[in-house]
């Protein structure tokens, strides 16, 4: 497949130093370059399950929390501690 790529001028003297360390052509320099990105991206990577810790809080102080509005009016009426 033949494209055009813009490449930032950090990444192209990158390539050029590649390309002449290695006497290789920028095109293979930047295909393999590309196949070595595009392998580590596709292999994920394992991740633990997303867990949080259970605490107690006691017994709820306000009655039932069933009733939203009466919830919410008994929780704007108690004073702060």
Do not use: W
């Not at 990105?37 to 709820?60: E, I, K, V």
């Amino acid at each position: 497949m033949r494209t055009t790529l813009t490449l930032d001028d950090g990444v192209a003297a990158r390539v050029e130093q590649l390309r002449r360390r290695f006497d290789r052509s920028a095109k293979d320099v930047i295909n393999s370059a590309l196949r070595a990105g595009l392998d580590a991206r596709g292999t994920p990577t394992a991740r633990r399950p997303y867990s949080t810790a259970a605490h107690d809080l006691g017994a709820c102080l306000i009655g039932s929390l069933d009733d939203g509005a009466s919830a919410l009016e008994a929780g704007e009426s108690r004073p702060l501690q």
